[in-house]
C-alpha cells in the first residue's frame, strides 16, 4: 500500500516514504546563518511518518553532534566559531541521509572606524582619496556611506563603492567636507550596526598667477609704494615673496590669498622691475614685472568725446573721457563753462576715479577737464582746452542710407568689372587675328609638296554684363 501525498510536499521535500518498505527519507530544517554565542535549532523529521525513529545529526564529513529519538526531533546547539559547516540528518535504522544546511557563523560588527589616504585627508583638487570603512570586529558585512550627512548613491558617478571602500579619482572642491560610514551584519533578522566618527576631509584649491600692484601714499615725510599681490583663487596657506630686479626683498607666509609690501619710492625715479612670488605645497608661481616708476602728471590734456545712441540712432548721451599727456597716479576734475561739476548730479556721472564722464542729459556749453598727481594736494592742475558740447536733434546716419549707398556702390563696382572684362576680350580677339593673317602670308612660301596649311580663326567670346540690385 502506497501513501499519498499532496503534490507541494513531494516537490518541496522530495520525498520518498514506503510504509512496510526499507526507505525512508529524512528532512532537515534550521538557520543558514546565526550569531556568535547565539543559540540556534534544526529539526529532523521524516514527513508522513508517525512513528518513533532514531535521527542523528552529524556535521561536514560524519562528525556526530547528536542523535534523539522520536517522530520530529529537535537539536539545539550553542554557536561558538567552530559551528560554522556543512549540516545534516539521518535515520539510523535505515541510513538514509538528509538534505544539507550550509551553516554560517555571524560575528557582530563592532567598532567602526575610518581611514583615508592620504593621511591626514587634505589634497590638492585633481588628486586621488581613499577612504575605508574599518571595523574592529564583525563578519558578512555591507557598508552605507555619508557625505556631509547625506547618504551617498550607489550609482553615483562622483565615488567608485567597492565593498567597505569609497574612492574619488579626481577630487574636487565637491568632494570636500565630512565622511562617515556604517557596517552592517547581513541579517534578515535582529541585523546589527556600528556607525564611524565623522572625518573631515579638505580638498585644495591650485593658486592662480600672482597679480602685482601698487599704489603711493605719503607717511609724513616721504613717499611710499605699497605693493600688492594678489591671488584670485588658491587656498591658503601661501607664501608670497618680493622681488625687485630680481633680488628677494620680503618673505611672508600668511592665510590669506593677498600680501602688502612697503617700500620707499621717490617721484620721477625708477626703482626697477618688481615681481611677486607665490607658493604652496605642490605650485611656485610668478607675476608679471611691473616697474616701480611714479611718472608726476603733466603734458598736454586732451578731452575725447564720444557721442552714445539709443535704438532709433538718436543722441542720448555722451561720454567724455579726459587723457593727460603723462602721469601715473592722476586724479581729476570736470567744469561746465568754467564751474565746477560734482562728482554726482542728476545729469551726469563721473566714473573710473574721475576719469570719465557720462553726461545723460546733454547740457550744451563748454567742457574741461583738469588733472593732477593724486598724492599729493599741493601739485599744480594739468587743464584742458574748452570743449563745446551742445544737444542735438540729429539723429545717426540712418541704416536705410548706408545700405542704399552700398549697393550703388556695389552696382557701379559690377558694371567697371563686366566693362574691362569685355574690352580686355576684344583687345586678345583682334590680336589673334593679326597672328592669323601672318600664318597665311607665310603659307605662301611653303614648297608644293609641303603638308597642307591648319587654318586658325580664333573663337568669339560671348560677355554678359550682369547688374545685381541689392534692397536694403
Request: glycine share 6%.
Amino acid at each position: 500500500m502506497v501513501l499519498v501525498l499532496d503534490n507541494d510536499t513531494v516537490l518541496l521535500l522530495g520525498l520518498v516514504t514506503e510504509i512496510g518498505g526499507s526507505r525512508l527519507k529524512p528532512v532537515l530544517s534550521g538557520p543558514s546563518k546565526a550569531y556568535l554565542r547565539s543559540r540556534v535549532q534544526f529539526h529532523c523529521e521524516v514527513p508522513g511518518w508517525s512513528s518513533p525513529l532514531t535521527f542523528e545529526l552529524r556535521k561536514d564529513t560524519g562528525d556526530l553532534i547528536g542523535a534523539e529519538n522520536n517522530v520530529k526531533v529537535t537539536f539545539t546547539l550553542q554557536v561558538t566559531e567552530g559551528s560554522e559547516g556543512t549540516y545534516y540528518c539521518r535515520v539510523t535504522a535505515e541510513g538514509q541521509t538528509s538534505n544539507a544546511i550550509q551553516f554560517q557563523v555571524v560575528i557582530p560588527v563592532v567598532g567602526a572606524s575610518l581611514s583615508s589616504d592620504p593621511d591626514p585627508p587634505v589634497l590638492y583638487e585633481g588628486e586621488k582619496l581613499t577612504l575605508r570603512c574599518l571595523v574592529r570586529k564583525g563578519t558578512h558585512l555591507s557598508f552605507t556611506w555619508y557625505h556631509d550627512k547625506q547618504e551617498v548613491n550607489t550609482y553615483s558617478d562622483l565615488y567608485r563603492l567597492s565593498e567597505d571602500a569609497l574612492t574619488v579619482d579626481e577630487a574636487s572642491e565637491w568632494h570636500a567636507g565630512t565622511y562617515s560610514c556604517t557596517a552592517h551584519n547581513q541579517m534578515e533578522v535582529n541585523p546589527r550596526f556600528s556607525s564611524s566618527q565623522i572625518l573631515h576631509v579638505i580638498v585644495k584649491n591650485h593658486i592662480s598667477t600672482p597679480k602685482l600692484s601698487f599704489t603711493v601714499f605719503f607717511n609724513g615725510s616721504s613717499l611710499m609704494a605699497n605693493v600688492s599681490c594678489r591671488l584670485t583663487r588658491g587656498s591658503p596657506p601661501v607664501t608670497f615673496s618680493l622681488l625687485v630686479d630680481g633680488l628677494e626683498t620680503d618673505v611672508k607666509r600668511l592665510d590669506s590669498l593677498e600680501s602688502w609690501s612697503i617700500l620707499p619710492i621717490s617721484v620721477g625715479l625708477d626703482k626697477g622691475a618688481a615681481q611677486c612670488k607665490a607658493q604652496t605645497d605642490t605650485q611656485q608661481l610668478t607675476s608679471d614685472p611691473v616697474r616701480l616708476h611714479v611718472v608726476p602728471v603733466g603734458g598736454a590734456v586732451r578731452v575725447m568725446v564720444t557721442y552714445l545712441h539709443d535704438a532709433d540712432s538718436v543722441v542720448a548721451a555722451a561720454r567724455l573721457k579726459c587723457v593727460p599727456g603723462r602721469g601715473t597716479f592722476p586724479t581729476f576734475s570736470w567744469s561746465l563753462n568754467r564751474s565746477s561739476l560734482p562728482p554726482e548730479g542728476d545729469a551726469h556721472v563721473v566714473m573710473q576715479n574721475g576719469q570719465i564722464l557720462v553726461l545723460t542729459d546733454i547740457s550744451s556749453g563748454y567742457y574741461r577737464c583738469r588733472a593732477r598727481d593724486s598724492f599729493n594736494d599741493s601739485s599744480i592742475w594739468v587743464e584742458s582746452e574748452d570743449i563745446f558740447i551742445q544737444k542735438t536733434d540729429l539723429s545717426a546716419t540712418p541704416m536705410e542710407v548706408i545700405a542704399l549707398f552700398f549697393c550703388g556702390f556695389l552696382s557701379m563696382v559690377i558694371v567697371g568689372c563686366s566693362i574691362f572684362m569685355f574690352c580686355t576680350t576684344k583687345r586678345r580677339n583682334d590680336s589673334c587675328k593679326r597672328c592669323s593673317n601672318q600664318d597665311e602670308i607665310q603659307s605662301e612660301a611653303i614648297p608644293m609638296n609641303a603638308p597642307a596649311d591648319v587654318s586658325f580663326e580664333p573663337q568669339t567670346v560671348d560677355m554678359k554684363t550682369v547688374i545685381m540690385e541689392f534692397k536694403a
